[in-house]
């Protein structure tokens, strides 16, 4: 199972950037996906998930500037993610449990992509 994640970049404050990732390989199925960060000296934090149904959740920071949305036939999830500040600047993880067989989901990750809010 591959993660593998692309859109990041530099933008100016109050710019948009979108970030993908598309899972690849062999598997049963993909449950909750997600996008997780990392600043510099800061513990990785999660930004957004979204489960098979639909179910959204989105950390306080963020809520009503990003969106996170999926394609369950093409195996993606995707962060829109607008009015980015500074603070957003960070390196963005895509997360995903796998089913790897009928009963069992395991975690995978992305490589991460740079995301920078600078002018």
């Known amino acids: 199972v591959q993660l593998v994640e692309s859109g990041g970049g530099l933008v100016q404050p109050g710019g948009s950037l979108r970030v993908s990732c598309v899972v690849s390989?062999?598997?049963?199925?993909?449950?909750?996906m997600a996008w997780y960060r990392q600043a510099p000296g800061k513990q990785r934090e999660l930004v957004a998930s979204?489960?098979?149904?639909?179910?959204?959740e989105y950390a306080d920071s963020v809520r009503g500037r990003f969106t996170i949305s999926r394609d369950n036939a093409k195996n993606t999830v995707s962060l829109q993610m607008n009015s980015l500040k500074p603070e957003d600047t960070a390196v963005y993880y895509c997360?995903?449990?796998?089913?790897?067989?009928?009963?069992?989901?395991?975690?995978?990750w992305g490589q991460g992509t740079q995301v920078t809010v600078s002018s």
């Open positions: 997360n995903a449990r796998v089913f790897v067989s009928l009963t069992r989901d395991d975690a995978y």
């Open positions: 390989g062999s598997f049963f199925g993909i449950d909750t």
């Open positions: 979204i489960s098979r149904g639909g179910t959204i």
